[in-house]
Structures are given as structure tokens and as C-alpha cells.
């Protein structure tokens, strides 16, 4: 996205728009940085991420760069979202495991496993109560 904002930018500026080559960059710079991973609390590995659930209680959330589904999941959950372990399935086999075995065979995100049970797409209200009360 990024490198894609610059080329748009530079063939704006050779035609002579300027403000509009900047503009365009602005866009596909904001929107670069909401499919990447720092949208995103801190990954962990699925091992991490079970163990830490089970000493304290709070929900992990498998996701992947680029779903849209993670994104509207992650901003919908605004400063709750650090309560939970996420987890990154793109970087971890065992977290894309744990997915297909709940999903079905499928890599279905977000996925949110709490305390046993798992829920493929879970309803973004669910989950902010969830982490409420953890």
C-alpha cells in the first residue's frame, strides 16, 4: 500500500498536481498502517497466549493481517482490545492449527477462545463484555 501511495504521488507530481499526489499518499499511508500487523496489540505465539489465558482468565484472539473482519473486530473493541492475548496466525503455525481445528478446517478470523470454547466471528458485543470483565 505504501509503495503503491508513492508511485500514485509521483505520477501526480509529473503532472503537475502536487496537492493531489499528497493527498493520495496520505490516504494509502493511513490506509497501509491499518492492514498491518501495528494496528494490532502486541502478537503472541498460540503457546503463550494459552497459558497466559488460563493463569488469567482473558480471551485470545486468533486474527491475520489484512482481514477486515479483525480490523472492524479490533476497533470496535477500542482500548478493551489489550485485555486480550492475540494472536497472529500468519506467524504461527500452532495458532493457525488451533483455527482449522475449531473452524472447521478453515482458517475462519478473528477466532476467540475463552476458556475452552471457541467462537469463529464472535458478535463484537459479546467479546467487549467479555474483556469487561476480565
Same mark, same amino acid.
Given at each position: 500500500?505504501?509503495?503503491? *501511495? ?7 507530481? +509529473? ?5 493531489? *499526489? ?13 492492514? /498491518?500487523?501495528?494496528?494490532?496489540? &502486541? /502478537?503472541?505465539?498460540?503457546?503463550? +497466549? %494459552? @497459558?497466559?489465558? +488460563?493463569?488469567?482468565? !482473558?480471551?485470545?484472539?486468533?486474527? !491475520?493481517? =489484512? ?5 472492524? #473486530? &479490533?476497533? /470496535?473493541? =477500542? @482500548?478493551?482490545?489489550? !485485555? ?15 483455527? @482449522?481445528?475449531?473452524? *472447521? =478446517? ?7 477462545? #475463552?476458556? *475452552? %470454547? +471457541? ?8 467479546? @467487549?463484555? %467479555?474483556? &469487561?470483565? /476480565?
Amino acid at each position: 500500500m505504501a509503495a503503491c *501511495g508513492v508511485l500514485v504521488a509521483v505520477a501526480q507530481l +509529473a503532472d503537475g498536481l502536487p496537492a493531489v *499526489g499528497a493527498a493520495e499518499l496520505l490516504i494509502f499511508l493511513a490506509l497501509a498502517l491499518l492492514l /498491518s500487523p501495528w494496528a494490532f496489540p &502486541r /502478537s503472541v505465539d498460540a503457546a503463550g +497466549a %494459552q @497459558r497466559a489465558s +488460563a493463569a488469567d482468565g !482473558r480471551p485470545i484472539v486468533y486474527w !491475520r493481517p =489484512g482481514c477486515r473482519y479483525c480490523l472492524q #473486530l &479490533r476497533f /470496535s473493541l =477500542g @482500548r478493551l482490545a489489550r !485485555r486480550a492475548h492475540w494472536v497472529d496466525i500468519w506467524h504461527d503455525p500452532a495458532g493457525a492449527a488451533a483455527v @482449522r481445528a475449531v473452524a *472447521g =478446517g478453515n482458517e475462519t478470523v478473528p477466532t476467540v477462545v #475463552l476458556g *475452552g %470454547q +471457541a467462537v469463529v466471528n464472535p458478535e463484537r458485543a459479546w467479546l @467487549r463484555e %467479555q474483556l &469487561r470483565s /476480565s
